[in-house]
């Protein structure tokens, strides 16, 4: 929805100084003859937008130099760009990797490393922002990468260096996931499709939004197993806790008020023995419940000395198993045709027993074994095992509990039996201390279970808060994949639309330049296809190539809301082998932008050889450079 | 009957202890624990064959064996005695079996049948020493020969005795098998 130009190129530095003239709307062509610096002027524009000019590395001592530059010193490109109202003062110095910013009235100043460097923010982002494209991440798999807009560039930078069959410009570094088909269709999706940045943007937002999910899933898990092993018992939910806790609150204030009522009260000898009477039926009935299970204990241990007797005999057969499959490996001395009787070989024709009788050959049985078969029973055995190491756990554990049972009783009894003999004791004074003791007991062991209760409502509570989490971020996923959907289908209506349009589009321009050429589109990876495929002819290249930047260039125009920034680098297309006459013509399409007086809403900056223009084009010649009069000039010493 | 179903049938009809590898590396181990590998150092009256399989093939069995002669002239318990009949009458039961397996063993020559015309019994001795000696240098026949050598310390003379001798020494001194012959 922005719109980029570039108004003016400055470069500065020791040794050599370069300035453009103001480089207005419509088209600007540079003119000169091999080695004049028409490169190295769009390399000076791309390396000012944050692009990588390996001629300009100062760090790079292998690479091919571009000498002026690479040996001058305190040197700086500086671009005054226009986005949309706003001029902009960018500048770059060569041998850092940020970029100034200024507005033209020096208002704003900021400034931006180059390259991704742990989530700050960068050049691109800012541009990207200010020509009004959301910076998203696109993930494939497990990785993700950020657009930048040196990506988008791909589709509007026609440079020299991409080999000339190819489409996209080629990347500045080696990167699988950027180049992947996917990445690029993005590329042309966000550039002319409308909502494509929207549902990008939505779906990355979605991807990070399950990241999480799975991270809170984790963590909830976690959580979950802690508490199962600080707490060794079952979840019980917060409102049954609270109720928990409520009665143990009350119960506690009803033992205290019993407690002070019993050290006021004084004792007659007869309520002390109505109490050890009470006492004296407790215990009764705690020696029962210690005989019955004494008796499951003992019940037990029978049932596990069977279990282990077992055990070892099943143990001792599988390993003799495991002898016999050892010796039939070795000595093989029988067969399922060994003779039951004499042990010889059995000579019997098919269908018949040993004895002469009919039998039906899937169900004759065989005496002997063979070596799968002995293993099968292994196998089968070893799952008897199993369930007979299982049983013995079983009894072991269920032992364990009712030992534990019994110290517990055992507990019990002594303590009533204590409360017996003090009560005896109080059968002639007059203090309740007995009595007062057992409800201290009682209170003793409500605080207890009290302090577990509220320990149990803490972890409880931690978890809710986790669980509604959760349950917060799975909502908040489906609204996402609900918008994401949305955008897809508008995103997709409208790019079938745009490719329709696009390809008739690229078929008119393409069928301008090229004889040869009957018909052209493109597919849904957005690749051109020419003849159906059996156009081969290689100079046509240029054209597929040129003829794909302006037809992008053309709807950008033509249709409100597309995302291209309305610009178009050409650097120098008169390659080698490519017909001059072919490539006027091709350039002659640039005319077709100048209908409808749309000459405002775009910016063109082409650098060419001379007489590889369309004479038409002249007025639009801002720079004129020869050998005498290079791009870069040199700095007088004086002045210096 | 379908082939899984005929392989269930026949694992349900396996049984151990009939089981002819089970029975023929019991007797070569008994066979190389003895060292009968000529004719000067026979195993004498193979019978006794089956009883002393039977002995080998559990802890439980040895344990029986040498309290019969660790115990002698006393009474042994009613549980012992239960284990012991259940030996005699497998072992007996047993005897034909192993007589067919000799015969094949002697076929394949890993071990030679010889008569013993001064005893009056069928005596055995190794043919294949190297075979046997290499199959049996394994890890997994460890715990028969310990067995067979607490078998051989509760009495030392089992290779060369006869086959009344045995019978008479380890069951019917402690009650099982008098109503035989």
């Known amino acids: ?182 990445f690029r269709k993005a590329i042309f ?63 506690l204030k009803k033992y205290e008020i019993l407690r002070e009522d019993a050290r006021n009260f004084t004792n007659t000898p007869q309520d002390v023995v109505e109490d050890i009477e009470v006492m004296r039926t407790k215990l009764l009935q705690a020696d029962h419940n210690y005989n019955s299970i004494t008796e499951e204990l003992n019940q037990r241990h029978k049932e596990l000395k069977n279990f282990t007797f077992l055990f070892q005999d099943l143990k001792n057969e599988i390993q003799q198993i495991e002898k016999i499959k050892y010796l039939h490996n070795r000595l093989s001395l029988f067969s399922p045709d060994t003779c039951p009787y004499c042990l010889k070989d059995v000579q019997r024709s098919e269908g018949k027993c040993i004895c002469g009788s009919d039998i039906d050959e899937a169900e004759y049985e065989k005496f002997f ?50 409360s017996i003999t003090n009560l005896s004791r109080e059968m002639n004074s007059s203090y309740n201390s007995e009595k007062v003791r057992q409800l201290d007991n009682k209170i003793v062991k409500i605080k ?53 349009l696009f390809s008739e589009i690229y078929k008119e321009y393409l069928m301008n330049v090229d004889k040869n050429c009957t018909s052209a589109r493109i597919n849904t990876e957005y690749m051109p296809v020419i003849n159906n495929g059996e156009y081969r002819e290689s100079s046509a290249s240029v054209h597929k190539r040129l003829m794909y930047f302006f037809t992008l260039l053309n709807i950008a125009i033509r249709k409100n809301g597309t995302n291209h920034p309305r610009v178009l680098l050409i650097d120098t297309p008169n390659k080698e082998g490519i017909d001059p006459e072919n490539l006027i013509r091709s350039l002659q399409q640039v005319k077709t932008f100048f209908e409808n007086d749309k000459s405002t809403e775009f910016q063109i900056i082409m650098t060419t050889g001379y007489d590889t223009y369309p004479e038409q084009f002249e007025e639009h010649v801002v720079i004129q450079l020869t050998d005498y009069d290079k791009l870069l000039k040199a700095v007088e010493k004086q002045k210096k | 009957m379908n082939s899984n179903d005929l392989n269930v049938k026949k694992q349900i009809m396996f049984i151990k202890d009939e089981d002819y590898y089970f029975l023929t590396y019991n007797i070569l181990i008994i066979l190389d624990y003895f060292k009968c590998y000529s004719v000067e150092n026979l195993f004498k009256d193979y019978r006794k064959l089956p009883y002393l399989i039977e002995f080998l093939s559990s802890d439980k069995s040895v344990e029986i064996y040498e309290k019969v002669f660790e115990t002698e002239g006393k009474t042994i318990s009613i549980f012992d005695y239960e ?45 294949d020493k190297e075979k046997v000696k290499e199959i049996l240098n394994d890890e997994m026949f460890r715990n028969e020969y310990q067995r067979i050598e607490k078998i051989k310390r509760a009495y030392s003379r089992l290779r060369s005795i006869k086959y009344t001798t045995f019978i008479e020494k380890v069951f019917k001194a402690n009650g099982v098998g008098k109503w035989d012959d």
Request: hydrophobic share 35%; proline share 1%; glycine share 4%.
């Open chain 1, 448 to 500: 207890e279970s009290l302090s577990k209760i509220n320990q149990n409502i803490e972890i409880e509570t931690k978890r809710e808060k986790l669980d509604k989490e959760l349950e917060q971020i799975e909502k908040d996923l489906e609204i996402l994949e609900n918008a994401t959907n949305e955008y897809e289908l508008e995103a997709r209506k409208d790019i079938f639309e745009k490719r329709n």
């Open chain 2, 83 to 127: 284990h012991l009949l259940k030996v005699y009458t497998k072992s007996k039961f047993m005897q034909g079996q192993i007589k067919r397996l000799l015969f094949s063993l002697d076929q394949n020559q890993l071990i030679s049948i010889v008569k013993d015309t001064r005893f009056g019994s069928v005596s055995l001795l190794i043919k």
């Open chain 1, 1 to 182: 929805m922005g719109r980029l130009a570039i108004r003016k190129v400055v470069y500065k530095g020791d040794n050599y100084h370069f300035e453009s003239p103001n480089l207005g709307d419509g088209l600007n062509i540079v003119v000169g003859s091999n080695g004049n610096g028409k490169t190295t002027f769009m390399n000076l524009i791309y390396y000012a937008l944050g692009g990588s000019v390996p001629e300009f590395n100062k760090s790079n001592e292998n690479e091919n130099k571009h000498k002026e530059i690479f040996y001058d010193e305190n040197n700086y490109v500086r671009l005054v760009i226009q986005i949309n109202d706003s001029n902009y003062i960018l500048t770059r110095y060569f041998a850092e990797n940020y970029i100034f910013i200024t507005d033209i009235d020096g208002n704003e100043n900021e400034t931006f490393r180059v390259n991704r460097h742990e989530g700050c923010e960068i050049f691109s982002d800012w541009l990207l922002n200010k020509l009004g494209i959301n910076v998203f991440e696109i993930y494939q798999g497990t990785k993700k990468w950020k657009i930048n807009f040196m990506d988008l560039m791909r589709l509007f930078y026609y440079d020299q260096k991409t080999q000339i069959d190819r489409i996209y410009k080629e990347l500045q570094y080696d990167n699988f996931l950027s180049d992947s088909e996917m």
């Open chain 1, 369 to 418: 074994y063979t070596e799968d078969e002995y293993l099968d029973m292994i196998l089968s055995k070893k799952k008897s095992l199993e369930s007979l190491d299982f049983a013995i756990n079983s009894c072991n554990e269920d032992i364990e509990n009712i030992n534990a049972k019994l110290r517990e009783l055992l507990l019990e009894k002594k303590s009533i039996k204590e």
């Open chain 1, 189 to 251: 999706e966000i550039l002319i499709g409308k909502t494509y940045n929207e549902y990008y943007e939505s779906l990355a937002k979605y991807n990070n939004k399950l990241k999480e999910k799975l991270a809170k899933k984790d963590a909830l898990q976690i959580f979950k197993s802690f508490r199962d092993e600080i707490l060794k018992e079952e979840t019980i939910n917060i409102v049954y806790l609270k109720e928990m806790k409520d009665k143990c609150e009350d119960d």
